[in-house]
């Protein structure tokens, strides 16, 4: 089945505490890997932005945890706790939060 090429997400107290969008494991070949930039498009304005991963053991095995940090455009959307954003993916290394 092709991959939906949106993900949606409500933000936690947790991610607008440390300012960050976790991505969820099953959406990781959503965006590109880690480190690799890409174009964010956010409240009419364009960003390059790309994933952390963040090495974790907060339950065994050790793991990663997949976040995308929000600082460059979190005064452009509605970023409070409960908030849903949605990404689209408009092409290769290019998305759009709305």
């Known amino acids: 089945m092709p991959e939906s090429p949106t993900y949606t997400r409500k933000l936690s107290r ?4 440390d300012g960050s969008i976790l991505i969820e494991k099953t959406k990781w070949r959503f965006f590109p890997p880690p480190g690799e930039p890409m ?9 390059s932005v ?5 090495d ?3 339950m065994p095995p050790p793991h990663q945890h997949y976040h995308l940090p929000a600082a460059a455009f979190r005064s452009r ?3 409070r706790p409960g ?12 998305y759009r939060l709305a």
Not at 39 to 47: I, P, Q
Not at 50 to 54: Q, S, T, V
């Open 14 to 17: 947790g991610e607008v505490s």
């Open 39 to 47: 174009t964010l498009e956010a409240g009419g304005e364009r960003f």
């Open 50 to 54: 790309a994933i952390e991963a963040e």
């Open 56 to 58: 974790c053991s907060c």
């Open 77 to 79: 959307i509605d970023f």
């Open 83 to 94: 908030a849903s954003l949605r990404f689209e993916k408009l092409g290769e290394g290019r």
